[in-house]
């Protein structure tokens, strides 16, 4: 690229700034994710979690949903498969 105008550079570092800011909110929301997940091990429920980060508690369960429910779920849906065979 041989002349760069300043109207090209304001472009170029407004990408480069998006690109940074987008590489730090993936950073953010995995950190944010594990943590949740985390949280629900330890017996926090979705409500109080929804509390403290201003996001919906059905947001919350479906990103990190009750370990024991999950499994419960499908050694039934286990059971009631092999039963109507």
């Known amino acids: 690229m041989g002349c760069m105008d300043a109207l090209d550079q304001e472009i ?4 480069r ?3 940074d800011a987008e590489s730090a ?3 953010a929301d995995a ?3 594990e943590l949740l997940i985390k949280g629900r091990a330890a017996n926090k429920g ?3 979690m929804a509390k403290l980060t201003g996001f ?5 369960s479906k990103i ?3 370990p024991e429910k999950t499994r419960q779920g499908a050694i039934q849906r286990r059971l009631d498969k092999l039963n109507s065979d």
């Open 64 to 66: 990190a949903p009750d």
């Open 46 to 48: 979705p409500s109080h």
């Open 17 to 19: 700034r998006r690109s």
């Open 12 to 15: 170029q570092n407004a990408a």
């Open 25 to 27: 909110f993936l950073h």
């Open 31 to 33: 950190e944010l994710r």
């Open 56 to 60: 919906t508690r059905e947001w919350i």
